[in-house]
C-alpha cells in the first residue's frame, strides 16, 4: 500500500479533489480533467457507498491515490478515517465527562443495545432474529422501520442531555447536547450502555467489496464494548489493519470470512444470542484487555494523517 501522500501534497502539480456526498455522475469527469493539467489527483472520499467505490475501482490511473474512510477491495488507497476523527474530537470535547461515568465491565441488566437506525435489509434481519428467537426482553433495540420518518413517530431513545426534537428524521441532524451542538448520532450513548453489555454495529453498508467505517463502530470502541458486527464481508479483518482487535477468542467471529450476506447475518446473530447464554462477568473479564487496546488505539492514532502498511 502507497503510504507517502503526505509528501505528495507539497509536491507541485498535485490537485486535492474531496468526493460530493450526496454523490454527482459528474465527479468521476472532474478527476479525468484534473489528470490533464497535473502530475496527480489526490482523491477524499469520506463517503463510501456503492458509487464512490465503483469510481475506485474505474479509475485505477497511477497518478491517482485514493484516501478512504474505508477499503475497497483490489484498490490501493490510504485510509483516512474521518468519521473516527470526528467521533474522537466530539468525545474528547463533549463526552469525556459523561464517558467518565461509563461502568464497561460491570455486569448489566440488559445483553445488548442494538440500535439499528433507518430501515435497511441487514438491519431488518437482526430486528426479525430478536424477535423470531424470542431476545427482545434481553436488548435494547431501537428501529425506524418506515425510512425517512420523524423521530418523534419511532421508538428513538434519546439520551439525557439532549435537547429534544422530536421532528428529526436522519441522525445526521445537529442537535444541542450539553451546551454544545453536534451530529445526533455521534453522542454516545452513555445511559443506554449503562445498561447493556455489549453492542451490535449494523454499519451503513453491507457490500462485501468494500468496508466503510463510521461513527457506528467508533462508538462502543470509545465505551470499551464488545461489538457484534452486521456488515459487509471482511469488515472486521479490514478493521484489523487499522490497528484494532476484534473479539475472536472470545466468540465466534467466523462469520467475518462468509460470502453470502444471509448466512454472514445468520451467523452474526448467533453470536448474539450466544452471548445472551453466557455468564456477563466471565465475558467481560475476557474482553477487557481487547477493548483497552481498542480504546487506546481510538484515540491515540490521527486518524487523517496517520501513515499506515498493508
Request: with cysteine; hydrophobic share 35%; glycine share 4%.
Amino acid at each position: 500500500m502507497n503510504t507517502d501522500y503526505i509528501n505528495r501534497l507539497s509536491q507541485k502539480g498535485t490537485l486535492v479533489l474531496q468526493a460530493p456526498y450526496p454523490w454527482q455522475a459528474e465527479f468521476k469527469s472532474d478527476i479525468v480533467q484534473g489528470l490533464e493539467s497535473h502530475d496527480q489527483v489526490i482523491v477524499l472520499i469520506t463517503e463510501l457507498h456503492d458509487d464512490s467505490a465503483e469510481l475506485c475501482r474505474a479509475l485505477t490511473d497511477p497518478c491517482i491515490h485514493y484516501l478512504l474512510c474505508g477499503f475497497v477491495s483490489g484498490v490501493d488507497s490510504t485510509p483516512c478515517m474521518d468519521w473516527f476523527a470526528q467521533t474522537v474530537s466530539n468525545y474528547q470535547n463533549i463526552q469525556l465527562k459523561p464517558a467518565s461515568k461509563l461502568e464497561p465491565y460491570q455486569v448489566k441488566p440488559k445483553y445488548f443495545d442494538i440500535l439499528l437506525g433507518q430501515q435497511k435489509p441487514h438491519r431488518q434481519f437482526v430486528y426479525d432474529y430478536i424477535n423470531d428467537h424470542r431476545l427482545s426482553e434481553q436488548v435494547i433495540m431501537s428501529y425506524i422501520q418506515d425510512r425517512g420518518s420523524q423521530l418523534g413517530n419511532t421508538d428513538w431513545i434519546w439520551e439525557p442531555g439532549v435537547e429534544r426534537d422530536d421532528s428529526i428524521q436522519w441522525t445526521v441532524t445537529t442537535v444541542k447536547y450539553r451546551s454544545r451542538y453536534l451530529p445526533l448520532s455521534q453522542i454516545i450513548p452513555v445511559s443506554i450502555y449503562n445498561d447493556t453489555a455489549y453492542t451490535v454495529v449494523c454499519e451503513t453498508n453491507f457490500d462485501n467489496d468494500y468496508s466503510f467505517y463510521t461513527e457506528k463502530v467508533a462508538k462502543p470502541i470509545l465505551s470499551e464494548r464488545l461489538f457484534v458486527a452486521v456488515s459487509g464481508q471482511h469488515y472486521l479483518r479490514n478493521l484489523k489493519k487499522l490497528g484494532f482487535k476484534t473479539f475472536d477468542g472470545v466468540i465466534d467471529e467466523g462469520y467475518d470470512l462468509v460470502e453470502d450476506s444471509q448466512t454472514r447475518f445468520r451467523l452474526a446473530c448467533e453470536q448474539i444470542k450466544w452471548l445472551c447464554e453466557q455468564s456477563q462477568s466471565e465475558i467481560l473479564e475476557q474482553i477487557q484487555p481487547i477493548t483497552e487496546h481498542n480504546k487506546k488505539v481510538m484515540l491515540e492514532t490521527d486518524w487523517h494523517y496517520n501513515k499506515f502498511t498493508s
